[in-house]
């Protein structure tokens, strides 16, 4: 397999509410920006972005019951081991994994890769997702 820039960050929620957040990251972000639909295929040596249904992305929308970080290297930790797993071709590009953290809060663990956009671009859509936003 071959390796490619992946980047990931991560919000620390102090009221973590896991569902509300997945289903707003669906509602508007999966079915908003047509390019979270998308995936990387490779034809006749060329890359080319192909549409797939929305209901594929969600499934990168991932609540993970099993884990629990309780401190900022236990983050590290798992951003690096995250960083080791690389998309494939015809894969969603991108994962939001939604981690409990200490007693009562939570991560948003963001991992993309660097085809899909860069930290700023995906800073901007995490904006896009508040009450508030207007792109003027």
Known sequence: MKKKPTMTGYLILEDFKPDEWRNLIMKKGIDA??????????????????????????KNLKIMDDIKL????????YSIKE????????????????IRYGDKGGIIFVKFDHALSDG???L?????????YSAD
């Open 33 to 58: 920006f047509p390019k979270l639909r998308k995936v990387l295929v490779k034809i006749l040596g060329y890359y080319y972005w192909k549409d797939v249904k929305a209901s594929l992305a969600y």
């Open 70 to 77: 309780n401190s900022l290297k236990d983050i590290c930790d």
């Open 83 to 98: 960083h080791a797993i690389y998309y494939k071709e015809n894969e969603i590009p991108y994962e939001f994994h939604f």
């Open 120 to 122: 700023i671009g995906f």
């Open 124 to 132: 901007g859509f995490l904006m896009a997702l508040s009450d508030n």
